[in-house]
């Protein structure tokens, strides 16, 4: 006298199918998957089981009495997952300021929603799976993570996810254009930077590394007794972490 009902469970519920049946004694009960394949153990009018992905389908059940056998409409079950991180990017190498960076997370469930946050709160518009910034300032240094929502369960968090930003070194001085100096004299080149991480210089006489002279990997070039041969452009390579190198004007000395 009561048909068995369809509906959606998350993923965990317990579902009950149940049928009310009324006539002869003897009746028994037999749930069926919708190809006809027996349940086994589902053997009374009302059927539960844990709902899982795998229960998802059709269903019905067989009445059988004494005098008859009838089935009962055939209905559908459907399970919504919850959701779970399978995978997320785990570390970032440290940028220079002005660089990219692109983090992702991978997840199961039913009708997802991402939310990206950082130290400063709510990331907006980063509702995607992946998360990128074509130009990453130092206020964005800090630790990142994801958010991932769906329609049961409890949202969950990805791993946290740190992203170091290191400023780029910026010339303040750089050598004097042209110095005109005499056979075996002595003259200094300066070059000073605001900002960088870790910086080292590199001092280079047209275009190609000066060697055997200490003070050419240091910010001050000294060059004693100059000999004709070290006539040129002088510049000064600035190294520091994560940024590209940048090369001050030519100094030339003649």
Known sequence: TTQPVGATYCEGETITLSVVATGPTGITYQWKLANGTNIPGATNATYSVPATAAIAGSYY???T???????????????NQLPVITAQT????????GASITMNVTATGTDLIYQWYNDNGLITGATTASYSDDNVTLTEA????????GVCGTPVQSG???????QKPVFVQQPL????????????LNVEVTGGTNVTYQWRLNGVAITGNATAQSST???NNAQANQSGNYTCAVMSTSCETIVSNAGTVV
Do not use: K, R
Not at 90 to 97: L, Q, R
């Open 221 to 223: 070039l000294v060059v």
């Open 65 to 79: 009495s004494d005098c008859q056998t009838v089935n009962t409409d055939t209905i559908d079950i459907m399970i």
């Open 90 to 97: 785990t570390t970032i190498n440290p940028i220079c300021e």
């Open 177 to 188: 254009t042209n110095q005109v100096l005499c056979s075996e004299e002595n003259f200094t």
């Open 61 to 63: 059940c067989t009445i």
């Open 142 to 149: 800090g630790t990142y993570y994801c958010i991932v929502t």
């Open 160 to 166: 946290d996810i740190a992203v170091v930003v290191n």
